[in-house]
């Protein structure tokens, strides 16, 4: 929490008048009491009406100023609350938005996104808890403590006993359900986790007949959940009313000591029956703070994971002294002894790679999983940085330009096609919002996307659900390389973008793109070789090592690595 | 207090009580479902309340009884100063103070005896959906899975179990709490004073139309900030999981206006959602304190007039204290009812799913299986209005291999759902060794068929039990068998811990190629006689591909395979391909014949080459 502490600073003064405020309320709520015992003392004793009535006006009138400082911390409790957490919020995104894959893979995608929603949310909701609770609880308590010694110094004996006691309870409870509390959090997960597979399995465990093994193998896990779950329920069914015993315990205790005081007239009856009332203000108090440490941990988690965000930089910046593009890239890529480890990875998954490929020419890059394919067609739009070696665009180091201006020359097509929620209309116009409708359409047909598209009742304007969800994956990576085609870039990257596509498909766009790229460089990642076949150059990878480069023809003859995926895939006279 | 976190995330600061909430569509049914669900419990349950009753009614007196104490004090104060009678009268205040020690032990004695007795019917209850469900999941027909996301059956057996799991540990016996609560101190103070007590009783319609007001106007905003919870989210979530194509548009300035756009919103709805909500406190204690003020200025006046005690007063601020807690909570008891009725009635929906037709009667496993499989006059669809499979027949004499090719999407898998009866005919019948499948029981036809999808699935167990999944009886040694003939043998060894490996909970200790063998491993384990494979090509390196074909070679022989087919060299020495477009089976025959049909697979055959003669 202390790492996201200068999140407060603007509201430094807010902060301060709550606190302020909060002493007013405490004020308030613990003169009460002393109002009553003047009642009893006073008036009662002597039979005064008048000042009976007098005296619970003013009571009214100080319940009255309590209640607007309670009221007005809770505004300002509010404000900062939300105030602080959008303020958050807008960095954290700012933040998430610049970082590179590599920050993305420390984290997780999915990790990243509970950060910045639920994170935040659960700081949030606790900030409020702690300005309007937190912070009212000492407050109440001391001020309870100096009431009720004020009111008889020879009882505060009592005040010390209740609070052993309770912190004893407390302590003794959270020793014992502490622990069990991660352990339940694990076996919560784990049983997710064993759902999940069930469902993501249906098939395999219907076709191999192991219902009852699953069943069993659920069990386990909610058995152990149900177990451990009985355990912290029922110690926690014991802090309720042994802490209720311990109240009315020192209630009773009060009276009886008090009762010895009034009769040695040490103290007034009414200032007994203010008492009573410290002592539970005093006990409430200690239960609010009690409160702060199941609390403070909690958010302790949130914020610091949060700030492990705001204080992780992106690896990949774009050039500070960059040379502005001031004229269209013709598009020549050159790796130049390129080697590429993943942080933290031990072996390079690129080692060395040299080539160039052309304005105007299809580079296809085959290989194994594993080899490499992905990765090299990443390192263009700088996702990640080479380890060691240079890409150059036009001669000029990719590191050199500004990342806007690399990036803004690319045409990238992911494995899985991603779209954003919206219509297809704004999907395709996302790469350039002045593309005209006839820019759109065009994209849509060299895609081969505009069959499906006209299909729908509404055309292009037709609703894309977030994900993408409501289209296939086919027509998805169509979309994708649709709004590629949008941007009209000078450099193509196509990563896997045709396996979901059928060969026939698969052809007709090629057939489509190869028109429409014209002078741009184009690179094509594939697994199926009849995708690559008639490019003009060839990248054949294995194990992160250039296994050959040519053409079809060319490797065939050369390349072991090459004729071996192609016999995979298809006869040899088809090969031929 | 022991509110458990179980990744949701938590509502604000006053819970349902501004969230409004959902409604159940049948409230009283679902509530009498979950009574009769409690079954066995039901007696204890009202046990509970009986404890509940009873530890609030033991606890309710105290206040009067030390109230009688006060008044006995100030009496004797009293007639000491006028010097009528004796100065305290110990023996009477001990009596009652032993009373109240021996009172207020009973009472929470009581209460923790029925939260203990309530933590284990609601444990047990809670333990017995989630079985259900789990049992349930395996019951229901693929259809159901079709129409519903995995998602919404993760959060019935986790959020809405466990929404039912809290109210019956903690509201149920809060309202038995409450109601009992809010009538005994009732009593109490009718019993003091009827004056004091309609002044005291006028808090509650104050309060309460506070409360309304407060809500009210909170639940609207509540809704705003939830649904701008929503899109800020569904906003991030596709914004991070799009990273890529988000930088390499250059799109993240956009990004940024629309979040801060939706965060501007959501801050607004924020902040006098929290605000409103937290009035309803302030509020409540406002109101309790002009009871306590009443309280004491009317006590005061009817003390005076001896009407009353000192020490009723103390009792009755005591009570009008007590008495706000309840009531608030009885405030928002229909909110959460109504939330615990909706979580239960999706899981009572999902518990009465139609399951799968009955296997009673049915026959099992043949003794031995030839392999020979009939489809006749099959017709079949997904969604009732909307058949994929018309009229088709064919017939596989046992040992031949089946080629199932088309478009992607062109629903090559119905077949083999069809015939594993995932999914049942809506009219003809398919035949295995001339026995009609629709009468054995699926367990039985099932451990006839072997079945390797591209998806491979494996659980979070070690490898050795991964590929024994399905098949435990067999021993280590058949095990060691399986996987060499599958080619995993080599590469497990070579694996931390070999055999005993435990595949991590994602399933990315190990490569997609080396999955893809373990399944097959799994397959010839259980070696069965008709043989259901899915050829992946994609993610696959070339060496591992190759053992891949191999292995899966190796395990047709001598069976009856349906392959969905993507390698032209599986296709054309198939006996039979079927071609799928569209959902139906369009073209039947083998290669030769059907490129001479010249039709839907000779156009999809020579496409693919098309570009080359460029």
Redesign the interface.
Known sequence: MIRLIRYTDPYRWGILIAIVLLFGQATCDLA?PD??SD??NE???S???GY??Q??FK??GV??I??VC??TV??L???I???L??QL??DL??K????S?SE?DKFS?SS??TR???DI??I??LL??LI?IVFYAPILGIGGVIHALANSKSMSWIIGVALVLLVGLVGLMMMA?LPK?KL??VL?DK???V?????????????????R???NR??QV??DL?RN??F???T???????M??IM??I??LV??VG?NQ??AFKLD?GD??AY??YVMQIIMAFLMMS?MF?MIP?AQVSANRIADVLETEPSILSSKNAVVQTQPYRGVVEFRHVTFAYPEAEDPVLHDISFIAEPGQTTAII?????GKSTLV?LI?R?YDVTAGQILIDGVDIRDMKL?DL??N???V?QKG????GTIHSNLA??DKNASEAELLKAAEIAQALEFIEAKPEGFHSEIA??GSNV???QKQRL?IA?AMV?KPQIYLFD?SF??????????L??ALKKETGSSTVFLVA??I?TI??AEQIIVL?AGRIAGIGTHQELMETCQ?YR??GL????AE?LA | MSEKKNGRPMGGPMGGMGGGGEKAKDFKTTMMALLSYMGEYRARVVLVMVLAACSSAFSIVGPKLLGKITTKLFEGLMAWYTGTGLLTDFAYIRKISIILVFLYVISAMFAYLQSYIMSEVSMKITYRFRKDISEKMNRLPLKYYDAHTHGAILSRITNDVDTVNQTLNQSLTQIITSIATVTGVMIMMLSISWAMTIVALLIIPLSLIFIMLVVKKSQGYFKTQQKYIGEINSHIEENYSGHNVVQVFNGEAEAMVTFRTLNHELYDSAWKSQFLSGLMMPIITFVGNLGYVAVCILGGYLAVKKVIEVGDIQAFIQYVRSFIQPITQLANISNVLQSTAAAAERVFEFLDEEEEGSDEGKQGEPESVTGHVEFKQVHFGYKKDKNVINDFSASIRPGQKVAIVGPTGAGKTTIVKLLMRFYELDSGEILIDDRDISRMTRSGLRSMFGMVLQDTWLYNGTIRENIRYGSFDKSDQQVLEASKAAHCDEFIRALPHGYDMVINEEVTNISQGQKQLITIARTFLADPKILILDEATSSVDTRTEQLIQKAMEKLLEGRTSFVIAHRLSTIKDADLILVMREGDIVEQGNHSDLLARNGFYAELYQSQFSEGEE
Not at chain 1, 96 to 99: A, D, R, T
Not at chain 1, 418 to 421: D, E, N, P
Not at chain 1, 568 to 571: D, E, G, R, V, Y
């Open positions: 009460l109002f009553m009642i009893v008036g009662i004793a039979g005064n009406t009976i009535i005296t619970g009571m009214l319940s009255l309590g209640g309670s009221i809770g505004f409790a509010a404000r609350a939300a105030g957490c959008q919020r807008i995104f700012e998430v938005e610049s970082f894959n993305f995608t990243l996104i910045t929603t639920n949310t659960q949030q909701t409020v808890m309007r359900a509390f339940i959090q919560v049983l997710n986790q759902v999940r597979e069930n469902l993501d399995g249906m098939l395999v465990i219907r076709a191999f007949n192991t219902q093994f699953e069943e659920f069990d909610n058995t149900t779950n009985l912290v329920n029922r926690m069914a014991g802090m309720m009313p042994a209720m015993l009315n315990l209630t009773v009276i009886w009762s009034v009769s009856v007994m029956m009573m009332q409160m199941i909690r290989g194994s999983t594993g080899s990443n739009p996702f806007e990036r803004k690319l045409g990238y992911p991603i779209l954003f929620s996302y790469a977030q994900g296939s994956g086919g994708s709004r941007k896997d396996s979901a596509l059928d060969f026939k498909t698969d052809a007709a090629r057939n697994q199926r009849s076949m008639t294995d690595v071996e995926i995979s895939q298809l006869s088809e």
